[in-house]
């Protein structure tokens, strides 16, 4: 087993391959980042580090893990848009305020799966996130509110 090399030695040797390997992983606008970001998780685990007998694809790796941390961030980071699009806000019809009364007399997760779906039009998956449960719970929780609307509104 090699002895580890001070640190400042390490990168000396190899931020150029690092650089490298994070300009095409990340492209030139990211790399600076990444870089130092790899380096500095270097920093952190090189006193616990046991093997020094592969330094280079240690750090290698390191660099690839920080590229794939900065792909996800940038696949989270809000996209600037010319202007915001206008979405129309619910405003029920008073026509059917004899319905909306009865969607408010469903017990709560049947009244809140049908508010979900047609009040904002969302798909069953975020209904059920919503609703904190899976599903299909939250498609059975929509049916058997709609199944009671209908038979009170006959």
């Known amino acids: ?17 690092v650089m490298a390997v994070l ?7 990211g790399a600076e980042d990444a870089f130092q970001e790899t380096f500095l998780a270097a920093l952190r685990a ?22 794939i941390d900065h792909h996800r961030a940038r696949g989270r980071a809000p996209v600037p848009v010319s202007a915001v699009r206008e979405e129309a806000v619910f405003d029920p019809d008073p ?12 017990p709560p997760k049947q009244r809140a799966a049908v508010t979900l779906r ?23 929780s929509l049916h058997e509110g709609l199944k009671r609307l209908r038979k009170e509104l006959a």
């Not at 300009?23 to 606008?29: E, H, Q, S």
């Not at 090189?46 to 694809?57: F, H, Q, V």
């Not at 047609?118 to 059975?140: K, M, Q, T, V, Y």
């Open 23 to 29: 300009r095409g992983a990340v492209g030139r606008d």
């Open 95 to 106: 026509a059917d305020g004899e319905v909306w009364r009865s969607v408010a007399m469903l």
């Open 118 to 140: 047609f009040a904002s039009d969302l798909p069953h998956e975020e209904i059920a996130a919503a609703l904190g449960c899976s599903p299909e719970a939250a498609r059975r």
């Open 46 to 67: 090189y006193p616990s580090l046991r093997d020094a007998d592969n330094l280079r694809g240690w750090l290698v790796t390191i660099a690839h893990r920080k590229a």
């Open 1 to 17: 087993m090699a002895e580890l090399p001070p640190f400042q030695t390490l990168i000396d040797e190899h931020a150029t391959e």
